[in-house]
């Protein structure tokens, strides 16, 4: 959402290109001069696998109320990437898993925001899932509900984790979402 008073001094913001030969529009201070930059949303997850299957979790939360995603959420601050896939590994679905290598990483332009997914392995088929989450269980790749991933992100992450372990190699992917 656009930026409506400067969180500096509280007046009223202006939309405009800044002096300093900045090229683009900017949340201007006509006051106090503060330039807000607005910048990309970082969003990290897991692919949390046990034997063939892998763990997804039904939201109970907007956007996408009722739909399944893997375990994923908003970076937050003093913390690295890898350990905020965990925690929301945690928080969504009460896993126990190790978590491992970066396996996807796509940009997602039209609303500002990357996402990373991890792939994790899961210790315990025993899930305790947060307040986020409806349900949290286990689906082998034939059983996925394909119609019902909540984010794109996640179902394409997902056709290219299957992919690679039918392949039986691998790698990390770096994609966009238009
Ligand atoms: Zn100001």
Known sequence: ????????????????????????????????????????????????????????CKRNIEPRHGMWTLPAGFMELNETATQGAARETVEEAGAEFDIGDLFSLASVARVGQVHMFYRAQLLSD??????????????AEDDIPWSEIAFRTVSETLKRYFADRRAGHFSIHVFDIA
């Open 126 to 139: 025993q899930f305790d899932p947060g307040t986020e989450t409806m349900e949290a269980r286990l689906f």
């Open 1 to 56: 959402p656009p930026i409506k008073h400067c969180r500096n001094c509280g007046i009223a913001v202006v939309y405009r290109v800044p002096d300093d030969g900045d090229t683009k529009f900017r949340a201007v201070c006509p006051s106090c001069h503060t330039i807000h930059y607005e910048n990309p949303l970082i969003v990290v997850g897991t692919i949390p696998v046990l034997d063939q299957q892998v763990l997804l």
